[in-house]
């Protein structure tokens, strides 16, 4: 999965060519530049590559959520309808902009149920936050026509899944917005960063805007013209821009080497008793960064996992994960703030709440999977390796 496996000469020349020119802010110093804004490339070819009117490059994954949520106008008294599986950021920032998370199920495609989706808006949902986990599709039609019947936007949170489809179009452009994630672990990698996608060019000026303190940038440039709002400062530097472009480049074959070390892995796996896979909406559009499993119950996940870890091939229990999984998120549930008030928690709607012991259809499906994260640099040593290791643990199971 991560592309900093595929870190070469490519992106080390493009971080020289931007030393070179000393300019490291993406907007402004035109002559020292020589006319060259690599952020604005990478938005550019990254608008192409997915099929999207508009890109904007930020800081992260994080903040293109929260400049996407900002974007629609989401604040105090609204609510935000999301997974209880994806990382923390979906709901952090949620909370940042003001408003409250809420959780609903996931189903056999690790992703939003859309029927329980539908139960959980009130007249107060104000945005829908679908994520498309690891690497793979959400039921983002069934959610879109849900949406749609009741007049509320779209957010997709692509951060695991640059360069997965659904149909023949990129995941991040169903909905009013889509966000990804560039950090440290993600297929296309600049070490942090994110954008934020549109075809709505009023939703992408907003964002333009709020993302950058406010400033315009009509036509490009900065720091002369009025304010139509405060905003903050989530911008993307060129750095980033020039490693974002030389990855972008790379992305067609990072995926098809994923979605071939998983298909060997696969099939090892499909001779496992009682083994089932992750739904996956289409094969052919999945970027392949995980390949994830159900066994009957918790127990059987259990022994399987303790097995394969005997046999060096240790999988990832997601039922104890704490970083994705609903149940074990402590700091929600415990109300936990650095803010002396106890914001974002306490507040005068009514505070936000949340057991741990919600959600159970979440934490059933949570508890049986187990997954792999795809590597793009195993070779057929390691792939044997693990091969042999699912044989050893299938005999015993």
């Not at 303790?306 to 970083?323: D, E, S």
Request: negative net charge; proline residues 4%; charged residues 25%.
């Amino acid at each position: 999965m991560p592309g900093f496996e595929w870190l070469d000469d490519k992106e080390m020349q493009a971080v020289v060519d931007v030393m070179q020119r000393g300019v490291l802010f993406r907007y402004e110093f035109a002559n020292e530049r020589g006319g060259v804004y690599r952020v604005r490339e990478f938005e550019e070819a990254f608008a192409r590559f997915t099929g999207a009117r508009f890109a904007l490059a930020v800081s992260s994954g994080t903040a293109a959520l929260k400049v996407g949520l900002a974007a629609l106008g989401v604040g105090p008294g609204d609510e935000v309808i999301t997974q209880a599986f994806t990382f923390v950021a979906t709901w952090e920032a949620i909370f940042e902009t003001g408003a409250k998370p809420v959780f609903c199920e996931i189903d056999q495609s690790l992703c939003m149920d859309p029927a329980d989706l539908e139960a959980r808006i009130t007249e107060r949902t104000r945005c829908i936050v679908p994520v498309h986990m690891m690497g793979a599709q959400a039921r983002i039609r069934e959610i879109k026509a849900i949406a749609d019947k009741h007049g509320i936007p779209v957010l997709e949170d692509t951060a695991q899944s640059a360069g997965g489809f659904l149909g023949g179009k990129h995941l991040g452009t169903f909905g009013a917005v889509g966000t990804f994630s560039f950090d440290s672990v993600k297929t296309l990698t600049t070490g942090e960063g994110g954008m934020m996608v549109t075809d709505d060019e009023g939703l992408y000026q907003n964002a333009s805007e709020y993302h950058d303190h406010g400033h315009d940038h009509k036509p490009v440039g900065r720091g002369n013209e009025s304010r139509r709002f405060i905003g903050f400062n989530y911008r993307m530097m060129e750095l980033q821009g020039a490693l974002g472009l030389t990855q972008l480049a790379k992305l067609p074959a990072m995926v098809q080497r994923q979605q071939r070390n998983k298909a060997e892995l696969k099939e090892a796996l499909s001779r496992v008793p009682g083994l089932t896979f992750r739904e996956l909406l289409d094969p052919q559009g999945d970027s392949a960064t995980f390949l994830a499993w159900f066994m009957p119950d918790a127990a059987a996940a259990e022994r399987l996992a303790g097995l394969l870890a005997q046999g060096g091939a240790p999988a990832i229990p997601w039922g104890k994960n704490t970083w994705h999984a609903y149940p074990h998120w402590e700091h929600l549930h415990g109300m936990k703030s650095v803010v002396h008030s106890g914001w974002p928690f306490k507040r005068l709607d009514g505070d936000a709440s949340y057991s741990p012991h919600d959600l159970p259809r979440t934490r059933e499906i949570l508890a049986r999977c187990l997954s792999w994260q795809i590597m793009l640099n195993w070779d057929e040593a390691k792939l044997q390796h693990m091969t042999e290791a699912v044989n050893r643990a299938a005999a015993e199971m």
